[in-house]
């Protein structure tokens, strides 16, 4: 069984280089991904409110399997943030791998399951 989300697969939506993210973000928004970039301003270039962006940011850790620190969510401007965040969260070991067949997530790292 393959999944997918806008037409990518899991394993290609959970890639959280600078491309993919914007792709991802892209295709949430239903926007150009020629438009995206990681100098994009979330208010400025895409008229998100604080509501539209916590939105966005939840779908890019639930696709990518990565879980942000709030501070760094409430810090969040710029496409650049976002993918600076996840390589963060990706280096201290705070990523999340949901598992789509049991609906559960396994944190990796040193944190302990709750």
């Known amino acids: 069984m393959s999944i997918s989300i806008h037409g990518r697969s899991l394993d290609d939506a959970r890639r959280t280089d600078a491309g993919s993210i914007c792709t991802l973000i892209a295709d949430h928004l239903g926007i150009d991904h020629e438009h995206v970039k990681e100098q994009s301003h979330f208010m400025r270039d895409f008229g998100l409110d604080w509501l539209d962006q916590l939105e ?3 779908f890019i850790e639930e696709v990518s399997g990565v879980e942000l620190p709030d501070d760094d ?15 963060r969260a990706e280096q201290s070991g ?20 709750a």
Do not use: Y
């Open 94 to 113: 705070s990523a999340v791998i949901p598992d789509a067949t049991q609906g559960e997530a396994h944190i990796l790292g040193s944190q302990a399951l």
């Open 56 to 58: 966005l940011v939840i």
């Open 73 to 87: 969510i409430d810090q969040i401007r710029f496409v650049a943030d976002l993918v600076r965040s996840i390589k």
